[in-house]
């Protein structure tokens, strides 16, 4: 009886009802709009698609919004696979989509968007058929390649395009449209006084650069009707010293306050390497960084205004609405890491949000695997198949799990919630493995609230967790498992490099938990993303630090997405050795060789980053001892937490 009282008191502002034109949102949450690559080679959403967007709906949010819809495909495409809305045979699984999507208890929107010259230039999202003119405001060249500028005959198309992908929106089922006007695409670059340099009634003023922009917003509401609500995604700063600045950005939201029935402000740039960490914010910004410049076009404009910004906590978001920052939040990654963030804040179980990492995992997949997946959240991605749950099993296992790391844990949670009968013991003295070294930098908290999450999981479970215990096979004979679970982890490399003993020398996990141990000039040997971070995590606490690596690249290992973010840091935190070979650890540093020549690196500590292998030997002798096991986590392959959380789960379903 009591968590029924506290459903939805404990955020009162964030689940209070919004009315937004003919639709009453139960909530302030909208799932923002994201398209990962499930699409079809024909422009059309697949079953993998529709699936995912379903599972947000089951998560409780009051709005769905599936994002960059291509309005106009022959000029507009700017990724490899996109939703194509002039495309033969795709209303089918549009409909699909906004059926499910309502089944589930939400309202279905999409967002229309266009890539203007990315859709004839190489993009973030691909450089599939981009032999097509890239159309843009002016003509100037990219480093891409050439942009020609548009016709005016071909500006009315579009125009004219935008509402017919409208009226097939609404035709299809979906209860809202969001016309994208920001983050470097068509309606941007027409309205940046850099790249419009037209001299028609397009170009000059601001006006005249929204006046593109405006006639699409007509369009579309001349195909929805007055009722229908219409969604505009601007920026509140370009972050450029020649782009729109934040009074620009006000000023557009004014000239739409009479044309749409919500305002989505967000900021910077898709296609700008240097920007998109901040457009979709890194670990190295505060959570919701971007929500001031909701707060800013807000004091202007009479229609509700929505914020985004790596949103993650409801407890910030319910203090957003309540203080009138924003009347709508909108979670992108955070409705990947759990698309039942809103429920479990409804139900008072904020404590039980995955987190998400801001790793960029997701990013990294829709492109590098045409699909999307989630460092913490195994299903993501996988929602079809997730439809089909398992049966229990008929027999009811006792299980041994060894190591608490995030492989171990996620594996313990999933198999006692089939009923098995769960021990996990760990040889220190806390659950969380490698996680606790990976979350200890000051940008790393997140990591931290994972480990807690998993471990509570764990308790909730009914896990019976026994710690300090180091497992040998000697241990397991006399546990006498019905199936053995082996998740020990990693260990780190120490190759033969003279020295490398010496005192002064501290491995790369020993320095993240205890970087008080670190004398004032830091050597990090080894550029990987452990090294990368190190560096940043080391600087931050007043150290001098150095990066020797023998290849050309730091982090060359990270994708690009995380990577973008992670180096500018690192330039600010370390001087950077590539190409650079270690030869010995001396006394007072180390002496490497560059360029063919010998050159010593001062430093009073060396820290040894130099990856980490699986220990094979230790788990043989492990599952020698029974005949049902399983090997998971680092000790199998080693990886990134994605990949331990992933063993961990879909291994807990085969038992």
Not at 133 to 149: C, K, L, N, R
Request: with cysteine; glycine share 10%; proline share 4%.
């Amino acid at each position: 009886m009591e968590e029924k009282k506290l459903c939805g008191k404990r955020y009162p502002h964030l689940f209070s009802p919004l009315r937004v034109g003919n639709v009453k949102m139960k909530n302030r949450i909208i799932c923002a709009p994201t398209s990962p690559s499930m699409i079809d080679l024909n422009g059309h959403f697949t079953p993998e698609m529709t699936a995912y967007l379903e599972e947000k709906a089951k998560g409780g949010a009051g709005v769905v919004t599936y994002g960059e819809a291509i309005v106009h495909s022959a000029t507009g495409k700017s990724h490899n696979k996109q939703l194509q809305l002039d495309a033969f045979g795709v209303r089918q699984g549009m409909t699909e989509a906004a059926r499910l999507i309502h089944n589930a208890g939400s309202y279905a929107n999409i967002q229309l968007s266009h890539g203007g010259m990315y859709g004839g230039l190489a993009s973030v999202g691909g450089d599939v058929d981009k032999e097509n003119i890239a159309y843009g405001p002016s003509d100037f060249e990219m480093p891409q390649g050439h942009v020609t500028e548009m016709p005016r005959e071909l500006i009315y198309e579009i125009i004219e395009s935008y509402g017919k992908a409208a009226k097939l929106c609404k035709e299809t089922g979906f209860d809202m449209v969001q016309v994208h006007a920001a983050h470097g695409w068509l309606f941007s670059q027409f309205l940046s006084p850099v790249f419009n340099q037209r001299t028609d009634e397009f170009g000059g003023s601001l006006e005249n650069r929204a006046r593109f922009f405006m006639l699409s917003l007509d369009a579309v509401r001349n195909a929805v009707g007055p009722l229908f609500p219409i969604e505009a995604r601007i920026s509140g700063d370009d972050f450029t010293d020649r782009g729109l600045g934040m009074d620009d950005c006000v000023k557009v939201a004014e000239m739409i306050d009479d044309k749409v029935d919500l305002i989505n402000v967000s900021c910077g740039n898709h296609e700008d390497p240097d920007m998109f960490c901040r457009t979709h914010p890194s670990a190295f910004y505060k959570r919701g960084v971007n929500v001031y410049l909701a707060a800013e076009v807000k004091k202007h404009v009479k229609t509700p205004v929505a914020c985004v910004g790596s949103l993650n906590d409801p407890a910030q978001m319910e203090e957003i609405i309540a203080s009138g920052m924003a009347d709508v939040v909108e979670l992108g990654r955070a409705s990947l890491a759990d698309p039942y963030l809103p429920q479990k804040a409804y139900n008072d179980e904020a404590d039980d949000i995955t987190p998400c990492l801001r790793c960029y995992e997701c990013f990294g997949a829709t492109g590098e695997l045409e699909m999307v997946k989630c460092a913490v959240n195994p299903i993501m991605g996988e929602q079809l198949q997730a439809r089909y749950k398992r049966p229990l099993p008929e027999k009811k296992k006792k299980v041994l799990i060894v190591g608490g790391g995030p492989a171990g844990m996620e594996a313990a949670i999933t198999t006692a919630r089939r009923g098995h009968q769960v021990t996990l013991v760990e040889k220190t003295e806390k659950l969380g493995g490698n996680l606790h070294a990976a979350g200890a930098a000051y940008f790393k908290e997140d990591v931290q609230k994972l480990i807690k999450v998993l471990s509570s999981r764990v308790k909730k479970a009914g896990v019976k967790v026994i710690l300090n215990t180091e497992v040998t096979p000697d241990y397991i004979k006399t546990f006498h498992p019905d199936a053995l679970m082996v998740a020990i982890g990693s260990e780190e490399l120490r190759p033969p490099i003279k020295g490398l003993d010496s005192d002064h020398v501290v491995m790369a996990i020993e320095a993240e938990l205890h970087p008080e141990k670190l004398g004032q000039k830091v050597a990090i040997v080894g550029g990987g993303l452990v090294g990368a971070e190190g560096a940043v995590g080391f600087k931050h606490e007043g150290k001098e630090c150095v990066i020797i690596e023998m290849k050309s690249e730091i982090a060359e290992e990270v994708n690009s997405f995380y990577r973008g973010g992670l180096m500018v840091e690192v330039e600010k935190s370390a001087a950077c050795y590539l190409n650079t070979k270690v030869k010995e650890i001396l006394s007072t540093g180390v002496l490497c060789e560059k360029d063919g020549e010998d050159i010593i690196i001062e430093a009073d500590t060396v820290v040894c980053a130099l990856g980490f292998k699986s220990p094979f030997e230790k788990v043989d002798a492990l599952t020698d001892c029974v005949d049902e096991y399983y090997i998971l986590g680092d000790c199998r392959k080693v990886g990134k937490i994605y990949d331990a959380i992933n063993t961990g789960y879909y291994t807990g379903l085969r038992v």
